[in-house]
């Protein structure tokens, strides 16, 4: 069974770095075929894609978010983590993790809201 | 400003049908057979209905299916049901930078 669980804190302050954690099971981050992408969603607006990353390591970051986003990978935990730094209140959203397969993002985490504010 | 134009909403009397379409560029929903659908209820995640223009994920119903034209593709649903009524987004590969993009959304009403 195909699971994907993100954590990490649901309250920023502007300014500060989120690091959000994607953990996996039933499927290896190792196998040729598959990523995993970041995608949110600001309360009541559309999904954006933010960044992807492959078995071979090969990443993709979103073109306006790019100077902001780190995708890396810990195969052993089955683990995916993304940071954005200088986290501003048009960042809250609720931010989900999808396993990617021949660019369709089959499985789905259940999104943890991330609220920015002071 | 998503990459995809989607319209904002539809909508349709239980047992009609509806299309959903999805427009890009040559270099995304027309350039490739990568264009995935997903529906989203309040609350939830999404979920994948359609991938790669027209096929359907097992344990997702026939009424349900996908088509594509040029730099458009469309979703139609046939026999609208209550259950039915949630947003639809689209994705698609992109030869750009970003690889990935999606839609604006549809919001579907089942009246």
């Known amino acids: 069974q195909v699971t994907l669980k993100e954590s990490g804190p649901v309250l920023v302050k502007p300014t500060e770095t989120l690091t959000l954690t994607c953990t996996v099971s039933?499927?290896?981050?190792?196998?040729?075929?598959?990523?995993v992408s970041w995608i949110r969603q600001p309360p009541g607006k559309a999904l954006e894609w933010l960044a992807h990353?492959?078995?071979?390591?090969?990443?993709s970051y979103s073109t306006s978010l790019k100077s902001r986003l780190t995708i890396s990978k810990d195969t052993s935990k089955s683990q995916v983590v993304l940071t954005m730094t200088n986290m501003d209140p048009v960042d809250t959203a609720t931010y989900y993790c999808?396993?990617?397969?021949?660019?369709?993002?089959?499985?789905w985490g259940q999104g943890t809201l991330v609220t920015v504010s002071s | 400003q998503s990459a995809l134009t989607q319209p904002a909403s539809v909508s349709g009397s239980p047992g009609q049908s509806i299309t959903i379409s999805c427009t890009g560029t040559?270099?995304?929903?027309?350039?490739?057979?990568?264009v995935s659908w997903y529906q989203q209820h309040p609350g939830k995640a999404p979920k994948l209905m359609i991938y790669?223009?027209?096929n359907r994920p097992s344990g997702v119903s026939n009424r349900f299916s996908g088509s594509k034209s040029g730099n458009t593709a469309s979703l139609t649903i046939s026999g609208l049901q209550a259950e039915d009524e949630a947003d639809y987004y689209c994705?698609?590969?992109?030869?750009?930078?970003?690889?990935?993009?999606f839609g604006g959304g549809t919001k579907l009403t089942v009246l």
């Open positions: 994705s698609s590969y992109t030869s750009s930078s970003t690889l990935g993009v």
């Open positions: 039933g499927f290896s981050l190792s196998n040729a075929r598959m990523g």
């Open positions: 999808a396993r990617l397969l021949n660019w369709n993002y089959d499985y």
């Open positions: 790669e223009v027209s």
């Open positions: 990353i492959f078995s071979n390591d090969e990443k």
């Open positions: 040559s270099s995304d929903v027309g350039g490739y057979n990568y």
